[in-house]
């Protein structure tokens, strides 16, 4: 399954209900809690994941620069920083996971074909045994 960007996220939601992400997030305000708000709220999630990935990659970067030199104490400036941006990147992939799976459940994502063949029939269960034990 393929993560999606928030840009694709907010394509999929505003295709799926036919209208700008903006309407629909101002619309949404004036609604009960449903499945608008849900997928706005893992727009705003994943969005927000794709921003921290990138503030944490940058600020990295800053700190190996090659004509900077590394000292004993950025040492723990730079391990930091690659543990947040590692955690930002988990977030992100599983923010992403979710709503694709919610897009997809919703019938709207364009998906492989399905088969055009019959699902099989689960087989029925078995019978309970005959107890060969005389009853009393």
Request: proline share 10%; glycine share 4%; with cysteine.
């Amino acid at each position: 399954m393929p993560h999606l960007t928030s840009t694709e996220v907010a394509g999929r939601i505003e295709e799926l209900y036919g209208a700008p992400l903006a309407d629909l997030e101002a619309h949404a305000q004036d609604q009960r809690p449903g499945m608008l708000s849900a997928l706005l709220g893992m727009h705003h999630d994943l969005s927000l994941a794709e921003r921290s990935i990138a503030f944490h990659r940058d600020r990295l970067a800053q700190l190996v620069q090659p004509e900077r030199q590394v000292t004993t104490h950025e040492v723990s400036h730079v391990l930091d920083g690659a543990r947040r941006l590692a955690e930002a990147v988990a977030i992100r992939d599983v923010q992403a996971k979710t709503v694709c799976a919610v897009l997809q459940s919703l019938g709207r994502i364009s998906s492989p074909e399905p088969s055009s063949a019959p699902v099989p029939a689960l087989p029925a269960p078995p019978s309970p045994a005959a107890s060969a034990a005389p009853s009393r």
